[in-house]
């Protein structure tokens, strides 16, 4: 059954793809936030990492100012000197000594005066700028050095590592910031290591100075990452998880919608998927085809032939029906309309309708369109309607009936003897036809008081002067019986089952005494 039945093939998509849809917008986003991320940090560093440059450049012009103004005064006495060297001190807010050397020796200094300790020009990167662990006023301290000379005299003049890890600390707190001077390096513990420092994590940069011999590395730790994720992006995360929830929802709808029976029938109209049976209706007496009900079939592409009762009730349920009953009629007259000439005179045929079909009038223009199809006169078109479901007699069912009835279609109350029409209900729709439901024909042969019932039901017809179609006939028993009591016409298994157009062309066209001779041959036309 094809609107009841699961396809399991296509059960791991529908309910794998709602979670694809939802899982989208949040790796999306936090794809978006991680770069986003990444380019902050990025930028964050490189600001931070020029901050720090400018920084220890402003250091060294104290250095490089206290230094070159004492230059001249290399090696001069220590006597004479040391005055000015504790004044150049004093005037430059991050000097911490002043010194002067000569021949390799430095001997006088701001500290002491005279002073006697061995100077090495190839501890100062680019002769300038030394990165030290300590000296011996302040054993395992760092310093940084400048030393300004002309040959081999010169001053020097040095700034306490604090103020360095100062600039450090203050600028980049959450960043890691190290200074390198030569082979040299200090970090935010204060303490001088030799070699290169490792790379950042994230966010690694490298700046050198233009002026002085030094470049600073700055970047993130991998822990400052994650810190920053969780700081920066619990709203924004909270919004991607409601936005795939809210999709993979969307999503589900959607896949539950197109696969509602609804859909499904709405595709199979669109793929002229219903096709017309015909199943004759012969005549009393020499039982020949007077007419033919129209019944449905479902040309469903997997489940192959599908009987109405399977689906009719989906289709009255949404509405469906009169569009699907529309595409039948048009499909019916399509594929007699050519073959016409087989059919006799006042050749009857049914359509099955229902109670929506009621509800306006555009009945009234599918069944013109329909009758347009044939010469005048050469088919009857009667509308069967169920007794089961019985329609309200309104100002506008009983308008479109009264129209119907000018227009030469008739009426068949179907099923009759299953649903409680009264009299008044036959009456005022107009009925001309009363088809006798099969179970009541199944009575015949049973017991006497049940064949009293379908008697009954012969004599009313037949006293309110309406047509009698006798449904569900199996065996010739039936079918005498029914002729001895007059019954107009019958239909069932006996005489056909319902059948294709191009077998029921085929087989009008076989009769003995086809009168006319077909102006194609059918069964080509409509196989092909
Ligand atoms: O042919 P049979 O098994 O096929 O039909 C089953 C039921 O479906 C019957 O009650 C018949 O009246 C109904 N039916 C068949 N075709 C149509 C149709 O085109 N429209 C409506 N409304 N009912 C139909
Ligand atoms: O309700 P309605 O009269 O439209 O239904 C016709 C239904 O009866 C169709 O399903 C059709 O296939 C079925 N039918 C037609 N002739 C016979 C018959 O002789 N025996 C049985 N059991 N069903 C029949
Ligand atoms: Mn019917």
Request: charged letters at 20%; proline letters at 5%.
């Amino acid at each position: 059954m094809p609107l009841t039945a699961k396809h399991r093939a296509a059960l791991s998509w529908r309910t794998l793809l709602p979670w694809v849809v939802g899982a989208l917008p949040v790796v999306c986003g936090l794809g978006v936030m991680n770069w986003q991320l990444e380019q902050e940090m990025q930028a964050s560093s490189q600001a931070t990492t020029r901050q720090v440059v400018a920084q220890v450049e402003h250091i060294l012009d104290n250095l490089a100012s206290a230094a070159n103004t004492l230059l001249p005064l290399a090696g001069s006495p220590c006597e004479q000197a040391k005055l000015t060297l504790r004044a150049q001190v004093t005037r430059n807010a991050f000097v911490r000594s002043t010194n002067l050397f000569s021949h390799n020796t430095l001997y006088c200094t701001s500290l002491f005066g005279d002073f006697d300790e061995p100077v090495n020009p190839a501890d100062y990167v680019d002769g300038t700028l030394w990165l030290m662990d300590g000296n011996s006023v302040t054993p395992g301290h760092a310093l940084l050095v400048y030393r300004a000379s002309d040959g081999d005299r010169g001053a020097i003049s040095t700034v306490d590592g604090d103020h360095l890890l100062t600039a450090l600390r203050l600028i980049g707190p959450d960043e890691e910031l190290r200074i390198r001077v030569g082979d040299r390096w200090m970090g935010k513990d204060g303490i001088v290591h030799k070699g290169v420092p490792p790379a950042a994590a994230s966010a690694h940069v490298l700046l050198g100075s233009t002026r002085y011999p030094f470049s600073v590395q700055g970047g993130y730790a991998a822990a400052q990452q994650g810190r920053l994720w969780r700081s920066h992006y619990p709203a924004l995360l909270g919004l991607l998880l409601v936005l795939g929830a809210a999709a993979a929802l969307a999503c589900r709808w959607q896949i539950r919608r197109a696969s509602s029976p609804r859909a499904e029938l709405r595709r199979a109209l669109e793929a002229d998927e219903f096709l017309p049976y015909f199943q004759p209706v012969v005549r009393q007496g020499d039982y020949r085809w007077a007419g033919a009900e129209v019944l449905m079939r479902w040309n469903h592409p997997q489940e192959g032939l599908v009987r109405p009762d399977l689906f009719i009730p989906y289709a009255e349920h949404s509405g469906q029906i009169v569009d699907m009953t529309r595409a039948l009629m048009m499909h019916t007259a399509q594929s007699l309309a050519p073959y016409a000439g087989l059919l006799e005179d006042g050749f009857h045929i049914g359509i099955n309708i229902t109670a929506d079909h009621c509800r306006d009038l555009s009945l009234l223009d599918d069944c013109r369109t329909f009758l347009q199809h044939f010469p005048h006169g050469r088919v009857v078109l009667t509308l069967e309607l169920t007794e089961r479901k019985l329609i309200e007699p309104t100002p506008v069912t009983l308008e479109l009936f009264e129209k119907l009835h000018a227009m030469g279609v008739m009426i068949a109350l179907d099923d009759f003897g299953t649903g409680q029409s009264s009299l008044n209900y036959l009456r005022q729709f107009k009925v001309d036809y009363l088809k006798i439901d099969q179970s009541f024909v199944a009575l015949i042969g049973a017991d006497a008081l049940s064949v009293h019932i379908l008697e009954s039901v012969i004599e009313l017809s037949a006293k309110l002067g309406l047509g009698i179609v006798a449904e569900g006939v199996e065996t010739a028993a039936q079918r005498d019986y029914l002729a001895r009591h007059d019954v107009d016409f019958q239909q069932g298994y006996l005489f056909a089952k319902p059948m294709p157009a191009a077998q029921f062309l085929e087989a009008l066209a076989a009769r003995p005494g086809a009168t006319q001779l077909p102006q194609r041959t059918p069964p080509e036309i409509m196989r092909g």
